[in-house]
């Protein structure tokens, strides 16, 4: 069956905070066809900065995940330009608070009363989309079989916050910034913001190596400028705030839930869990991601072997770390 994609209205939503998302929506995009039992859906959430089309290279006939054998559901998060975001609003963007937590929710609610999907076979996630998995692990555990958690925590530690912090710093720095809202692109925030993530994503071998060369880009200022600047720059500011402040916060436990208690959430988890971060991440490392996992009754931590960082996780480039991913997924689905 040819793919599909869709928008789900969700209405008024009543965010965690307490605030009142208007209007809500969640875009998605299906692949393969769902079984008469219900039995073979897999959710894959976007990550930072992604929409569907950034991730679906994996969706294919003996890719990653096969749509031959199951029926793979691309969610758009809250705040990537396609599901409901701050650039949609009529408020001011800093004021709606939302969470990991209202995100998977309300994709929950677009399994649930859209395609009839009460039980998921996996969750699949990298980054962020890593983080909304470990969310519905804990909010949703009778409902989650498996987990694959790549190169993502379900609380964003210290350390990463702080990365966080200046990307959110080097945006607001921009004289476009007027306290509430970017009276224009953001221009200089933008070439702030896409050198800070270039020097975080992507390993120190990364550049020692100078792979970027082995891309087609002359020298490392052209790569930032024609690999990472627009990459960042084709999603509204606003946006990028929005997606930043979700991720700040990320926090399994905190919730109404478990009140705080992030090692609670964790052991509330009963799905079958593939943690597999990145040996060269620098922001979701293999000790944190190690700390999370012992605390899951079904975890299974297996390192992903990369020099590519966290972009090893989505490894678009790479047939090898592909593979890698690939082959701990199917052993995970055969489990």
């Known amino acids: 069956m ?11 939503v009543t965010l965690l905070s307490g605030q009142v998302l208007p209007a809500a929506q969640l875009s998605w995009k299906s692949f393969g066809e769902l079984d ?15 929409q569907h089309t950034d991730v679906e290279w994996l969706v294919k006939a003996d890719g990653i995940l096969d749509p031959r054998r199951w029926f793979v559901v691309i969610v758009d998060m809250f705040g990537n330009g396609l599901s409901t975001s ?11 608070t939302i969470s990991h937590a209202d995100s998977v929710r309300a994709q929950e609610r677009l399994l649930r009363e859209h395609f009839g999907i009460e039980r998921l076979a996996l969750v699949y ?33 210290e350390h990463n916050r702080l990365f966080l912090m200046s990307l959110e710093a080097a945006l607001l720095a921009d004289p476009a910034w007027d306290g509430t809202r970017f009276t224009a692109i953001p221009e200089r925030g933008f070439r ?17 190596r ?20 627009p990459f960042y720059r084709r999603r509204d500011a606003l946006d990028h705030l929005g997606m930043l402040r979700t991720w700040m916060r990320a926090d399994i436990g905190a919730n109404e839930v478990y009140g705080g208690d992030t090692r609670r959430a964790l052991q509330a988890i009963t799905a079958r869990t593939l943690v597999m971060p990145s040996t060269s991440d620098l922001y979701f490392t293999v000790a944190d991601c190690a700390a999370e996992a012992a605390l899951i009754p079904g975890a299974r931590l297996r390192p992903l072997h990369s020099w590519r960082g966290h972009r090893a996780g989505n490894p678009v480039l790479d047939p090898v770390d592909t593979l890698a991913i690939r082959d701990a997924v199917a052993d995970l689905l055969t489990a």
């Open 2 to 12: 040819s793919p599909r994609t869709g928008v789900f209205p969700l209405g008024d």
């Open 36 to 50: 008469a039992d219900r039995g073979n859906a897999i959710l894959y959430p976007t990550s930072y900065g992604a």
């Open 86 to 96: 701050p650039s949609h609003l009529a408020d001011p963007a800093p004021a709606f």
């Open 125 to 157: 996630g990298w980054s962020m989309g890593a983080q909304q998995a470990y969310h519905w692990g804990a909010l949703f555990p009778g409902r989650v079989a498996r987990i694959a958690a790549l190169c993502g925590t379900a609380r964003t530690s």
């Open 192 to 208: 702030a913001f896409a050198r800070i993530y270039a020097s975080w994503a992507a390993s120190q071998e990364f550049y020692r």
């Open 210 to 229: 100078q792979e970027y060369r082995r891309q087609g880009y002359a020298d490392l200022e052209d790569y930032l400028a024609r690999a990472w600047e």
